[in-house]
């Protein structure tokens, strides 16, 4: 036997090492090697049963953890159905109703993030969603997407996804997952459910809300935790103490006129993004309309880090989280007391930026809107509800409304409660639905450190998608059901209700929430779709029921295609009432001028921070958000859009903090705060706030996967329960330096005219002032285009830079991701890049984006030197790339001015993992190495429209043709059209006075077009 | 290119003797007999043991050549991807090391053809190796445009053939010309070196006592017999192929240049490049000529062949394309001024003063500053002075191909997509493994083949006056020199 069994244990460890060494397609390949031998199989048939003594037995431990490694992943070999379908074509026999193989199909759908939801549309062929839309009937959404919905796919099919249910760490089954769950529910009911704790993120969808209840009522003494790490604490705080009640504020950007965002990043992070975009940008669209009437709403920004609601802003004030309240304040007073002449010239300190903005806000009324990030404390956002009501925009600007959330709590206590009962030994059960406390639980809880110290007969199961860093301290783990597999419901902040349909069968099994919450209820069979199914008929009994549920299903929205708003109703003006219990503090202190003690009644905080320190900002990561999508490539591989970084987060410092600390890009330091300390690598971020840092959340992963292990740090260590968002801290320089890969190394323009911008007032003086021409001549003849003729129009004043574009491309045009290697060796792949230029002085630069696809030259200087000809000109304009004739000399890339080419430098398409087979475009091919690529205009579009309409007789409509990157932008920055059609919005675009063309001088002609970027400043500070 | 000929001529002593000799250098030195000239070549080939010097040398080279091979095996499985090369960076080592030797390819077929075409003698005992060694760069920079392609395996997609696609190359690329230049241009190097080799394969046939050498040297040696008739034509052939050869030596290097000047990259994309080119791979091939001749001439006691005229010829050459290009680097910065266009400017000043600039700097003291040593006599009469400059100038045309090639991508028209530039050591390993292969190939020819032309060195003898005896194989020396 022992002799035996150290002949078999020679073999777990070889499996181990070649498991550890085994990358992508190896990793399966030398698995069904490995499961061949013999002394495997027999050692897998007779240690599998379950041995609690195995477990304490150090090298069977070892042992173990070589077999949960190989029986993940031969799990994914049996649970994934792509092999097989990979291996024999069958056709259909039946052809299924409704599905032409060939034919794409859209489905409405929902995603959820973070307490937040956007309506979608997901296109599916022959059964695998490919790509995700934003739905335009959903308010959330209205046809456009944010990046992390669209690479929300990729993490539908990533292969790093949990796939088995397991104990212990050691593969186990549903079945037997059900045994144990209903077991603990027998006990816990003869309790009452005492010991039974539920933790979950916010919930936003109904039906899971229901069956929680349903729990709750039948367990009355369980309690249900949520923990959201970017969560609305201090919103809900703020409305409590305001209005008396938790409410959403719900802005209404397109009635806005002059905006004051305290720190409010609406245009990428905060909850609502994707239409507060919309309606902010359809608030300054002046390129459709004759700029000289055109009127621009104008936003100040005030912020510490720079975000890209920052770099929109017509004024920007760095700030340091310190001083956010005072600012506030200070606004608020002059609101309240206006001093007799704002400031006119250059505003040189935040008191008179705070007259003047107060002044505009004034002149604005109820067309006015303040903001506060929900990052901001009470105080602040107490402030915000203050200036809010003086200046009439609540009900105009600004509604409040329920929240969205099924129950909303404090976010902070609620984990800490949790906490607490852990450490005081009054969890017995606890069950945590897709959250991942152990990694992003504020730190002061230690809250991995509490679940590991557990009695070992309490039941843990952690259900999510990833075995993530919960996982490993919980007993057991359920693969979660993506959004994409699952029934589901969700509703968005506006409180539109959408139902979620899946798009495919589960991949790997999973389950979704309120299926595991069924077993608790004795409903282990439960089909999830029946779940909401019910839920929905106890909402809508009668016979209408079926055409109802057919109708929310079709529709992505449930009820009406009006989704009814939850708004607050109240009598007269809602919030005036509402902030009558914090107005007569107002009354009773009468803040003499200059006193900013009790403005507007809020009292002032008393954090005050030592002169010394540093001030550290925690923000939700710009692309990877809160961790959640740190093993998806598209969005690691996706440039920050300020910093440009990719695959890390970094220790953001403006540059005169830098040099005070002595340190430069790269260079690590330690942050240190309340004992606990982080690593992380410098990066100097012109226009942050001095003497503070950011830091973004999200980083540091230990299980996330292939993908997010290892990259950057994580912030998350530092945080507390007390001080989420901000704290002081010491920062030192330790001297050893970390690469990081950016993507753009070069902000500023030398001088070049890139980008041109004007402010509204230069246009309405001189239209024509950024409508300079100077082409050099030019021998040859023009082309002629009789048929149709593509082109582009990209908006400057409308791009946010919020990278939706990018990622929407990456989707459709089957981009490969390449690592941070490469893209520190200048590699990186994607087709659009989006360009921020900085402008002025470090300390507070203009920043502008550019979104950069390729130009699709009329003159194209890539076609002339390709010695194949492999990138040819087609009748109708394009700039083809044809990948079979391409032998990779790569002379184009160099040509080309504009630098969109793209080149496989080595393999970079995954061509071998099977559940990313099943995520490809099918329309689009997969490139090899050696061969260059670049923006179609999404080629494989324009010709299935035109077979559509020649099948139909008819010429391709207006508008028909939306590109991936035009359909993703939340702002409609991208047309695209036929550039002969009359009715053509892109033509009419290339009218207008605005428009240019980047580098015309060199007479490409290039097709894609921009439109220069509008400010609206403040006229009193024009000029100075 | 005939103008600098006809200023390196007028820098020599108006009284040079027709025939070639002059009192203070001779081409030849004195005492050496049509018997000397040809034992003492052909006994390198045929009867000198393999010595340790070369066995060494031959080894260190043949490493290489395998350090070379690893490094295409790797490069052939990856893809390029094992380079440095990005985007905007797309082009690197390759395209530098193609230029380069392309460049060093160029002083055999001017040795031999042009300056046979002006009858300049002195050439005599050059122009073997110097055309081996051009044959030998030429297939060293052929290899590098196949190896950079992404898709090395298509590379017949450059030639125009019949095809059931009906798909033609492109030809309004550069990169099309460029094929067939040095497509051209390998081909009529190894005909020319061939061609010259013929009597003097018939003389070691002669000479050659083993059956092998006998038979390989005679199967090479075409059946050359040394008849009046075979002289005759063998004469007007390699006078015709000069011929043919002179307008390449010019259009090589432009149409190589074309590469860049049809590029609308800032730094590229200028008129000067093909004359500049073609003076800068006259002045890098001289270099390679001489940094083999002065050891070779030592190490197999050539003195007397390759005697200190040459050397001051070539390093007059040198002197004068160095000053060429030397006005080409001045030039591209004052056009770049006058021009006053924003991205050559920026260009310009990135160029002398962004993040390569060691690469420029070092390129302007080795291609412009250091050579100025060779107006001075008695540093041309220094031989190991002439090496170390020659070596030197190598040095600084590689780095002017590189500072061409990448520095000018690396800042071109959007600021936002420059990026560094750095080799790997993949790139390392193909420039070494070149430099390896072009040796190697050197080792065996100086060992198998006469590295001095012995026909054309008789008829020196002659000349000066050293043919007093009867000719003692008549297949080596031609009866009359051609009339031209």
């Given at each position: 036997?022992?002799?035996?069994?150290?002949?078999?244990?020679?073999?777990?460890?070889?499996?181990?090492g070649?498991?550890?060494?085994?990358?992508?397609?190896?990793?399966w390949?030398?698995?069904?090697?490995?499961?061949?031998?013999?002394?495997?199989?027999?050692?897998?048939?007779?240690?599998?049963?379950?041995q609690?003594?195995?477990?304490?037995?150090?090298?069977?431990r070892?042992?173990?953890?070589?077999?949960?490694?190989a029986?993940?992943?031969?799990?994914?070999l049996?649970g994934?159905?792509t092999?097989?379908?990979?291996?024999?074509?069958?056709?259909?026999?039946?052809?299924?109703?409704?599905?032409?193989p060939?034919?794409?199909?859209l489905?409405?759908t929902?995603?959820?993030?973070?307490?937040?939801?956007i309506?979608?549309?997901a296109?599916s062929?022959?059964?695998?969603p490919?790509?995700?839309?934003?739905?335009?009937?959903?308010?959330?959404?209205?046809?456009?997407?944010?990046?992390?919905?669209?690479?929300s796919?990729?993490?539908?099919?990533d292969p790093?996804?949990?796939?088995?249910?397991?104990?212990?760490?050691?593969?186990?089954?549903?079945?037997?997952?059900?045994?144990?769950?209903?077991?603990?529910?027998a006990?816990?009911?003869?309790?009452?459910?005492?010991?039974l704790?539920?933790?979950?993120g916010?919930?936003?969808?109904?039906?899971l809300?229901?069956?929680?209840?349903?729990v709750?009522?039948?367990?009355?003494?369980?309690?249900?935790?949520?923990?959201?790490?970017?969560?609305?604490?201090?919103?809900?705080a703020?409305?409590?103490q305001?209005l008396?009640?938790?409410?959403?504020?719900?802005?209404?950007?397109?009635?806005?006129?002059?905006?004051?965002?305290?720190?409010?990043?609406?245009?990428?992070?905060?909850p609502?993004?994707v239409?507060?975009?919309?309606?902010?940008?359809d608030?300054?669209r002046v390129?459709?309309?004759?700029?000289?009437?055109?009127k621009?709403?104008?936003?100040?920004?005030?912020?510490?880090?720079v975000?890209?609601?920052?770099?929109?802003?017509?004024?920007?004030?760095?700030?340091?989280p310190?001083e956010?309240e005072?600012?506030?304040?200070?606004?608020?007073l002059?609101l309240?007391?206006?001093?007799s002449?704002?400031?006119?010239?250059?505003?040189?300190?935040?008191?008179?930026?705070?007259?003047?903005?107060?002044?505009?806000?004034r002149?604005?009324?109820?067309?006015?809107?303040?903001?506060?990030?929900?990052?901001?404390?009470?105080?602040?956002?107490l402030?915000?509800?203050a200036?809010?009501?003086r200046?009439?925009?609540?009900?105009s600007?600004?509604h409040y409304?329920?929240?969205n959330?099924?129950?909303?709590?404090?976010?902070a206590?609620s984990i800490?409660?949790?906490?607490?009962d852990?450490?005081?030994?009054?969890v017995q059960?606890l069950?945590?639905?897709?959250?991942?406390p152990?990694?992003n639980?504020?730190?002061?809880?230690?809250?991995?450190?509490?679940?590991?110290?557990l009695?070992?007969?309490?039941?843990?199961l952690?259900?999510?998608?990833?075995?993530?860093?919960?996982?490993?301290?919980c007993?057991w783990?359920c693969?979660?059901?993506?959004?994409?597999?699952?029934w589901?419901?969700?509703?968005?902040?506006?409180?539109?209700v959408?139902?979620?349909?899946?798009?495919?069968?589960s991949?790997?099994q999973g389950?979704?929430?309120?299926?595991?919450?069924?077993?608790l209820l004795?409903?282990?069979?439960s089909?999830?779709r029946?779940?909401?199914?019910?839920y929905?008929?106890?909402q809508h009994p009668?016979?209408?029921?079926d055409?109802f549920?057919?109708?929310?299903?079709?529709?992505?929205?449930?009820?009406?295609n009006?989704?009814?708003t939850?708004?607050?109703?109240?009598?007269?003006?809602?919030?005036?009432?509402?902030?009558?219990?914090?107005q007569?503090?107002?009354?009773?202190?009468q803040?003499?001028?200059?006193s900013?003690?009790?403005?507007?009644g809020?009292?002032?905080?008393?954090?005050?921070?030592?002169?010394?320190?540093?001030?550290?900002?925690?923000?939700?990561?710009?692309t990877i958000?809160d961790?959640?999508f740190?093993?998806?490539g598209w969005?690691q591989?996706?440039?920050?859009?300020?910093t440009?970084?990719?695959?890390?987060?970094?220790?953001?410092?403006?540059?005169a903090?830098?040099?005070?600390?002595?340190v430069?890009?790269e260079?690590?330091?330690?942050?240190?705060?309340?004992?606990?300390k982080?690593?992380?690598?410098?990066?100097?971020?012109?226009?942050?706030?001095?003497?503070?840092?950011?830091?973004?959340?999200?980083?540091?992963?230990?299980?996330?996967?292939?993908?997010?292990d290892?990259?950057?740090?994580?912030?998350y260590?530092?945080?507390?329960?007390?001080?989420?968002?901000?704290m002081?801290?010491?920062?030192?320089?330790?001297?050893?330096?970390?690469?990081?890969?950016?993507?753009?190394?070069?902000?500023?323009?030398?001088?070049?005219?890139?980008i041109?911008?004007?402010?509204?007032?230069?246009l309405?003086?001189?239209?024509?002032?950024?409508?300079?021409?100077?082409?050099?001549?030019?021998?040859?003849p023009?082309?002629?285009?009789?048929?149709?003729?593509?082109?582009?129009?990209?908006d400057?004043t409308?791009?946010?830079?919020?990278?939706?574009c990018v990622?929407?491309?990456?989707?459709?045009?089957n981009?490969?991701?390449?690592g941070?290697?490469?893209?520190?060796r200048?590699?990186?792949?994607?087709?659009?890049r989006?360009?921020?230029?900085?402008?002025g002085?470090?300390?507070?630069?203009?920043?502008?984006?550019?979104?950069?696809?390729c130009?699709?030259?009329e003159?194209?200087?890539c076609e002339?030197?390709?010695?194949?000809?492999?990138?040819?000109?087609?009748?109708?304009?394009?700039n083809?790339m044809?990948?079979?004739?391409c032998?990779?000399?790569?002379?184009c890339?160099?040509?080309?001015?504009?630098?969109?080419?793209?080149?496989?430098?080595?393999?970079?398409?995954?061509?071998?993992?099977?559940?990313?087979?099943?995520?490809?475009n099918?329309?689009?091919?997969?490139r090899?190495?050696?061969?260059?690529?670049?923006?179609?205009?999404?080629?494989?579009?324009?010709?299935k429209?035109?077979?559509?309409?020649?099948?139909?007789?008819?010429?391709?409509?207006?508008?028909?043709?939306?590109?991936?990157?035009?359909?993703?932008?939340?702002?409609?920055?991208?047309?695209?059209?036929?550039?002969?059609?009359?009715?053509?919005?892109?033509?009419?675009l290339?009218?207008?006075?605005l428009n240019?063309?980047?580098?015309g001088?060199?007479n490409?002609?290039?097709?894609?077009?921009y439109?220069?970027?509008v400010?609206?400043p403040?006229?009193?500070?024009e000029?100075? | 290119?005939?103008?600098?000929?006809?200023?390196?001529?007028?820098?020599?002593?108006?009284?040079?003797?027709?025939?070639?000799i002059e009192?203070?250098?001779?081409?030849?030195?004195?005492?050496?007999?049509?018997?000397?000239?040809?034992d003492k070549?052909?006994?390198?080939?045929?009867?000198?043991?393999?010595?340790?010097?070369?066995?060494?040398?031959?080894?260190?080279?043949?490493?290489?050549?395998?350090l070379l091979?690893?490094?295409?095996?790797?490069?052939?499985?990856i893809?390029?991807g094992?380079?440095?090369?990005?985007?905007?960076v797309?082009?690197?080592?390759?395209i530098?090391?193609?230029?380069w030797?392309?460049?060093?390819?160029h002083?055999?077929?001017?040795i031999?053809?042009?300056?046979l075409?002006?009858?300049?003698?002195?050439r005599?005992?050059?122009?073997?190796?110097a055309?081996?060694?051009t044959?030998?760069?030429v297939a060293?920079?052929?290899?590098f445009?196949?190896?950079?392609?992404g898709?090395?395996?298509?590379?017949?997609y450059l030639?125009?053939?019949?095809?059931?696609?009906?798909?033609?190359?492109?030809?309004r690329?550069p990169?099309?010309?460029d094929?067939?230049?040095?497509?051209?241009?390998?081909?009529?190097?190894?005909?020319?070196?061939?061609?010259g080799l013929?009597p003097?394969l018939?003389?070691i046939?002669?000479?050659?006592?083993?059956?092998?050498?006998?038979?390989?040297?005679?199967?090479?040696a075409?059946?050359?017999?040394g008849?009046?008739?075979?002289?005759?034509n063998?004469?007007?052939?390699y006078l015709?192929m000069?011929?043919?050869?002179?307008?390449?030596?010019?259009?090589?290097?432009?149409?190589?240049s074309?590469?860049?000047?049809?590029?609308?990259?800032?730094g590229?994309?200028?008129t000067?490049f093909?004359p500049?080119?073609?003076?800068?791979?006259i002045?890098?091939?001289?270099?390679?000529?001489?940094?083999?001749?002065?050891?070779?001439r030592?190490?197999?006691?050539?003195?007397?062949?390759?005697?200190?005229?040459?050397l001051?010829n070539?390093?007059?050459?040198?002197?004068?394309?160095?000053?060429i290009?030397?006005?080409g680097y001045?030039?591209?910065n004052?056009?770049?001024w006058?021009?006053?266009?924003?991205?050559?400017v920026?260009?310009?000043?990135?160029?002398?003063?962004?993040r390569?600039?060691?690469?420029?700097?070092l390129?302007i003291a080795?291609?412009v500053?250091?050579p100025?040593?060779l107006?001075?006599r008695?540093?041309?009469?220094?031989?190991?002075?002439?090496w170390?400059?020659?070596?030197?100038?190598?040095?600084?045309?590689?780095t002017?191909r590189?500072?061409?090639?990448v520095?000018?991508?690396?800042?071109d028209?959007?600021?936002?997509?420059?990026?560094?530039?750095?080799?790997?050591i993949?790139?390392?390993?193909?420039?070494?493994?070149?430099?390896?292969?072009?040796?190697a190939?050197l080792?065996l020819?100086?060992?198998?083949?006469?590295m001095i032309s012995i026909?054309?060195?008789?008829?020196?003898?002659?000349?000066?006056?050293?043919?007093?005896?009867?000719?003692?194989l008549?297949?080596?020396?031609?009866?009359?020199r051609?009339?031209?």
């Amino acid at each position: 036997m022992d002799e035996n069994r150290r002949d078999i244990d020679v073999d777990v460890e070889e499996v181990r090492g070649r498991l550890e060494a085994a990358r992508g397609p190896e990793y399966w390949r030398s698995l069904e090697e490995l499961a061949g031998t013999p002394a495997f199989r027999e050692w897998l048939h007779r240690e599998f049963p379950r041995q609690a003594s195995v477990w304490t037995d150090e090298v069977s431990r070892r042992g173990f953890l070589g077999l949960m490694g190989a029986s993940l992943a031969l799990a994914g070999l049996s649970g994934c159905m792509t092999p097989k379908a990979a291996q024999k074509i069958v056709p259909y026999i039946e052809q299924p109703e409704k599905l032409t193989p060939g034919i794409p199909r859209l489905f409405a759908t929902a995603m959820e993030m973070g307490g937040d939801a956007i309506g979608l549309l997901a296109i599916s062929r022959e059964g695998r969603p490919i790509k995700l839309e934003g739905n335009p009937d959903h308010p959330s959404s209205r046809g456009a997407t944010d990046p992390f919905a669209q690479a929300s796919l990729l993490t539908l099919y990533d292969p790093d996804r949990s796939q088995t249910v397991t104990h212990m760490g050691r593969p186990a089954d549903w079945e037997e997952l059900l045994a144990a769950m209903t077991a603990v529910s027998a006990a816990q009911r003869t309790v009452a459910g005492t010991g039974l704790r539920i933790l979950t993120g916010t919930v936003t969808s109904p039906t899971l809300g229901a069956q929680i209840r349903r729990v709750l009522t039948a367990f009355p003494q369980a309690k249900w935790h949520q923990y959201e790490p970017v969560n609305r604490d201090n919103v809900r705080a703020a409305s409590i103490q305001a209005l008396g009640r938790d409410a959403q504020p719900l802005y209404d950007f397109m009635r806005a006129d002059v905006i004051l965002s305290l720190d409010a990043d609406f245009l990428l992070t905060m909850p609502g993004r994707v239409r507060y975009a919309r309606d902010f940008i359809d608030g300054r669209r002046v390129a459709e309309h004759d700029a000289v009437v055109a009127k621009m709403n104008r936003l100040y920004v005030a912020e510490s880090g720079v975000t890209v609601t920052g770099a929109k802003a017509d004024h920007r004030i760095p700030l340091r989280p310190s001083e956010m309240e005072s600012f506030a304040r200070a606004v608020s007073l002059a609101l309240e007391s206006p001093a007799s002449t704002p400031a006119t010239n250059k505003p040189a300190n935040p008191d008179q930026w705070a007259a003047l903005i107060a002044a505009d806000l004034r002149a604005s009324g109820p067309r006015a809107l303040v903001l506060a990030g929900p990052e901001q404390p009470p105080a602040v956002q107490l402030l915000a509800h203050a200036m809010n009501t003086r200046l009439g925009a609540v009900g105009s600007t600004l509604h409040y409304a329920a929240p969205n959330e099924e129950e909303a709590v404090d976010n902070a206590a609620s984990i800490r409660a949790l906490a607490d009962d852990m450490a005081a030994g009054r969890v017995q059960a606890l069950i945590i639905l897709g959250a991942n406390p152990a990694y992003n639980a504020p730190a002061d809880l230690d809250f991995a450190r509490k679940l590991d110290a557990l009695p070992p007969n309490s039941f843990t199961l952690h259900v999510g998608l990833y075995n993530d860093e919960t996982a490993n301290h919980c007993q057991w783990h359920c693969p979660e059901a993506h959004y994409l597999e699952s029934w589901s419901d969700t509703r968005a902040l506006d409180g539109t209700v959408s139902l979620i349909q899946p798009l495919i069968e589960s991949l790997y099994q999973g389950r979704t929430a309120a299926e595991v919450l069924a077993v608790l209820l004795s409903q282990p069979r439960s089909n999830p779709r029946d779940i909401v199914q019910d839920y929905w008929r106890a909402q809508h009994p009668g016979p209408g029921f079926d055409a109802f549920w057919r109708k929310s299903l079709r529709d992505g929205i449930v009820g009406a295609n009006k989704p009814p708003t939850n708004v607050i109703p109240s009598a007269g003006t809602p919030a005036s009432g509402l902030f009558a219990r914090t107005q007569p503090a107002a009354g009773r202190q009468q803040p003499a001028a200059g006193s900013q003690a009790g403005a507007a009644g809020v009292p002032q905080s008393a954090i005050r921070k030592p002169q010394s320190a540093i001030e550290l900002l925690f923000r939700p990561d710009p692309t990877i958000y809160d961790g959640r999508f740190a093993n998806n490539g598209w969005l690691q591989e996706l440039p920050k859009p300020i910093t440009k970084l990719t695959w890390d987060n970094a220790v953001l410092l403006s540059p005169a903090t830098a040099k005070q600390l002595g340190v430069v890009n790269e260079g690590m330091v330690e942050l240190e705060a309340g004992g606990r300390k982080v690593s992380g690598p410098v990066w100097i971020q012109p226009g942050h706030a001095d003497g503070c840092a950011t830091v973004h959340l999200g980083y540091g992963r230990t299980r996330a996967g292939r993908v997010g292990d290892g990259q950057g740090f994580n912030a998350y260590l530092l945080r507390t329960s007390d001080s989420p968002w901000s704290m002081v801290a010491t920062v030192r320089k330790t001297g050893r330096t970390q690469p990081l890969a950016t993507t753009q190394h070069q902000h500023a323009m030398e001088g070049g005219e890139i980008i041109r911008a004007a402010t509204l007032k230069e246009l309405r003086e001189r239209p024509d002032s950024v409508r300079k021409v100077d082409k050099h001549p030019s021998l040859l003849p023009n082309y002629r285009y009789d048929t149709h003729r593509w082109g582009m129009t990209i908006d400057l004043t409308a791009c946010v830079g919020c990278n939706a574009c990018v990622v929407g491309c990456q989707a459709e045009n089957n981009i490969p991701v390449v690592g941070k290697d490469q893209v520190s060796r200048g590699r990186a792949m994607h087709w659009i890049r989006v360009d921020a230029w900085y402008q002025g002085a470090p300390e507070d630069p203009r920043i502008h984006f550019q979104p950069v696809p390729c130009m699709q030259c009329e003159k194209a200087p890539c076609e002339l030197v390709c010695p194949v000809g492999a990138t040819v000109h087609s009748a109708e304009g394009l700039n083809e790339m044809v990948y079979n004739r391409c032998i990779g000399t790569r002379y184009c890339s160099n040509n080309c001015p504009y630098k969109v080419r793209r080149f496989n430098f080595l393999q970079f398409s995954d061509r071998t993992t099977p559940s990313l087979q099943l995520m490809y475009n099918p329309e689009v091919t997969l490139r090899t190495t050696g061969v260059m690529e670049k923006c179609t205009y999404c080629v494989q579009r324009i010709e299935k429209t035109r077979i559509a309409a020649e099948r139909e007789d008819r010429p391709i409509r207006t508008g028909e043709i939306q590109t991936a990157c035009q359909q993703a932008c939340p702002t409609r920055a991208i047309e695209f059209g036929d550039l002969n059609d009359p009715d053509c919005v892109a033509r009419r675009l290339k009218e207008s006075v605005l428009n240019y063309e980047l580098l015309g001088e060199l007479n490409t002609l290039p097709r894609t077009t921009y439109l220069a970027g509008v400010r609206n400043p403040n006229p009193a500070l024009e000029g100075a | 290119m005939a103008a600098e000929m006809r200023h390196t001529n007028a820098a020599e002593p108006p009284a040079e003797s027709e025939r070639g000799i002059e009192p203070l250098a001779p081409v030849l030195a004195p005492g050496q007999t049509y018997a000397s000239v040809t034992d003492k070549i052909s006994s390198i080939v045929l009867e000198r043991p393999y010595h340790p010097g070369w066995l060494i040398g031959f080894g260190i080279s043949f490493a290489l050549v395998l350090l070379l091979l690893f490094a295409i095996g790797v490069l052939f499985t990856i893809g390029v991807g094992i380079w440095g090369i990005n985007i905007p960076v797309a082009w690197g080592f390759a395209i530098t090391n193609f230029v380069w030797w392309i460049g060093i390819g160029h002083a055999g077929t001017l040795i031999s053809a042009i300056l046979l075409l002006l009858r300049q003698r002195w050439r005599t005992s050059i122009n073997r190796f110097a055309e081996a060694m051009t044959l030998f760069a030429v297939a060293c920079a052929g290899l590098f445009p196949i190896l950079h392609l992404g898709r090395p395996q298509y590379f017949y997609y450059l030639i125009p053939y019949p095809n059931t696609m009906k798909v033609w190359p492109q030809f309004r690329s550069p990169l099309v010309w460029d094929f067939f230049a040095v497509s051209t241009y390998g081909t009529v190097s190894l005909l020319f070196w061939y061609m010259g080799l013929i009597p003097d394969l018939a003389s070691i046939r002669d000479h050659a006592r083993k059956r092998v050498s006998q038979i390989v040297y005679g199967v090479l040696a075409l059946g050359w017999r040394g008849s009046a008739v075979h002289w005759r034509n063998y004469e007007s052939t390699y006078l015709l192929m000069a011929g043919l050869a002179t307008p390449l030596v010019v259009s090589v290097h432009s149409i190589v240049s074309f590469d860049f000047a049809v590029g609308i990259v800032p730094g590229w994309h200028s008129t000067i490049f093909p004359p500049y080119f073609v003076a800068g791979a006259i002045f890098s091939g001289f270099a390679m000529v001489l940094t083999i001749a002065i050891p070779l001439r030592r190490f197999y006691g050539l003195q007397d062949f390759i005697t200190h005229r040459h050397l001051d010829n070539m390093a007059k050459v040198m002197l004068a394309n160095g000053l060429i290009v030397a006005y080409g680097y001045v030039m591209e910065n004052f056009m770049a001024w006058l021009g006053g266009d924003p991205t050559e400017v920026s260009s310009s000043m990135d160029r002398m003063f962004g993040r390569y600039w060691p690469a420029y700097w070092l390129l302007i003291a080795c291609n412009v500053l250091i050579p100025q040593v060779l107006w001075s006599r008695r540093a041309r009469a220094n031989t190991a002075l002439l090496w170390v400059v020659s070596l030197i100038i190598n040095v600084g045309m590689w780095t002017e191909r590189f500072v061409i090639v990448v520095q000018s991508l690396h800042h071109d028209f959007l600021p936002s997509e420059w990026k560094m530039y750095y080799g790997t050591i993949w790139d390392w390993a193909t420039l070494l493994g070149s430099l390896g292969l072009f040796s190697a190939l050197l080792f065996l020819f100086i060992r198998f083949l006469p590295m001095i032309s012995i026909y054309e060195l008789r008829e020196l003898v002659k000349e000066t006056g050293g043919g007093k005896q009867r000719p003692d194989l008549m297949s080596a020396t031609p009866p009359t020199r051609s009339k031209l």
